[in-house]
């Protein structure tokens, strides 16, 4: 079975890469020239450690081939997946000019039968205009949404929780049925509709579940109580389950705030109000001033205050920055005249380039020299394991806003630290 996939980020590559490893051959196109050059290479444009220990097996192997000639890439091609972003606009709707181009340039080049399968995150809007674009007889349409996390894309992608297809076609049925029968995951055979809505209830569910213990998290700062216990109490429940029972400031990335906010949107459109979806979104939009709110209830006026902010992608284990949160906590720094400095294990290079502050370092030491305060703002578990007296020593002042609550608040406090987490006594 001869594969192409369109779009080599997170979700394509983590795709074309699993598949080879199953022993298929794998083409990849993308429109960026740089990553295929990168690629080619056996570079990865982003950090996977595992993918790219795989991505160079793959191409020593020569299972996989990067094209940035389009016409070449589809030629022989008999399963296409489209896996390139689907970002949204400010209002949540879908921009979906990146998705379309490829539906286009899919109808214009490719002739006989090819099973076309949406692996990008699409509403029902973007898919019926990807199924109308492609209404040739030849063209078989399925959506297989992805599940996978950053930081482990090959592991989730080999090993899916679940793999899921929505379509009406009995050949694209029968085609990636075959296609995945060596991977070992409960599977659902469903409709379009379906597939898609189980896309965007899991990410709309996690985003709720992450804002509805933030709320709590709130409520128990104002009230002196300890939210690890109380997550631990709530999780405990078998009904309830102990993930993303973990407060802090809020989601980021380029899943769960898109998502949640696009399905808000289309929804709305056909004259069904979301509101819980809705809720969590607003809610997880401003929980990220609790951090400034703290900092002003111990440094009073920010305005010349240094300040270090720890940690720029938007989470732990990945380099990537789209729509974190510790962005949202540098501009309003920025606009209440503090001097900042940022540190990030992976991202700093990457940040670097976006914003400009006094330092952006991976050395949390040089970072933290004479600021009078911290903010943890990604869950880097390596900062569990940062000398924490040299760093106390090397400050002007005493204060850690913990965000991510991943800190031992009580240790700090020995060490002579004010230590503030996010609803933690
Ligand atoms: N990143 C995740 O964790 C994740 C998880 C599940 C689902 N998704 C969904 O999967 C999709 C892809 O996400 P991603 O994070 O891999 O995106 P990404 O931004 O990392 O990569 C998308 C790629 O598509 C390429 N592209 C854009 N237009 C193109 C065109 N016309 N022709 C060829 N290539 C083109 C871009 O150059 C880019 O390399 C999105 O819909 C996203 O919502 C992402």
Redesign the pocket.
């Known amino acids: 079975m001869n594969i192409l996939i369109?779009?080599?980020?997170?979700?394509?590559l983590a795709t074309g890469i699993s598949l080879a490893i199953k022993g298929y051959n794998v083409r990849f196109?993308?429109?960026?020239k740089e990553?295929i050059t990168l690629l080619k290479n056996g570079k990865l444009p982003f950090f996977e450690p595992k993918l790219q220990k795989t991505l160079i097996e793959s191409l020593n192997d020569k299972r996989v081939i990067f094209f940035d000639n389009f016409k070449e890439a589809i030629a022989n091609a008999e399963v296409v997946f489209i896996?390139?972003?689907?970002p949204i606009f400010k209002n949540g709707d879908t921009n979906s000019k990146?998705i379309e181009?490829?539906a286009m340039e899919i109808k214009k080049n490719k002739q006989g039968k090819t099973v076309i399968v949406i692996?990008?995150?699409v509403n029902p809007k973007v898919y019926n205009s990807i199924k109308s674009i492609l209404s040739d007889k030849d063209f078989h349409l399925a959506v297989n949404p992805?599940?996978?996390?950053?930081g482990k894309a090959l592991d989730d992608t080999l090993n899916p929780s679940r793999i899921v297809v929505g379509t009406d076609d009995k050949l694209a049925k029968e085609t990636l049925k075959k296609l995945y029968s060596s991977f070992d995951a409960p599977k659902i055979f469903t409709d379009p509709i379906s597939a898609i809505l189980i896309k965007y209830a899991s990410n709309s569910f996690l985003a709720v579940k992450i804002s509805f213990i933030n709320e709590i998290a709130n409520l128990s700062d104002k009230l002196g109580g300890n939210i690890d216990d109380i997550a631990k109490g709530l999780g405990l429940d078998p009904r309830i389950g102990k993930d993303f029972l973990k407060a802090g400031i809020g989601f980021g990335g380029?899943?769960l705030p898109?998502d949640a906010k696009n399905i808000v949107k289309y929804a709305k459109e056909t004259g069904i109000n979301l509101d819980i979806i809705d809720a969590a979104s607003k809610l997880n939009d401003k929980q990220y001033k609790v951090v400034i709110r703290k900092l002003k209830q111990y440094l009073g006026s920010l305005n010349g205050k240094k300040i270090a902010v720890f940690g720029l992608s938007f989470k732990g284990g990945t380099d990537d920055l789209r729509n974190s949160v510790s962005f949202r906590i540098i501009s309003d720094l920025r606009r209440a005249g503090a001097i900042l400095k940022l540190h990030d294990y992976l991202a700093w290079i990457k940040a670097k380039e976006l914003v400009k502050v006094t330092l952006v370092s991976n050395d949390p030491y040089l970072v933290a020299e004479d600021t009078d305060a911290i903010v943890i703002a990604t869950d880097w578990n390596e900062y569990l394991n940062e000398d924490w007296k040299k760093i106390k020593s090397l400050m002007k002042g005493n204060l850690i806003i913990d965000g991510r609550n991943i800190l031992d608040g009580g240790l700090l406090k020995k060490i002579g630290f004010t230590y503030e987490g996010i609803g933690r006594k």
């Open positions: 369109i779009g080599v980020g997170y979700v394509g196109y993308d429109k960026n990553k896996c390139v972003g689907t990146d181009k490829v692996r990008s995150t992805e599940f996978l996390r950053e380029s899943c898109k």
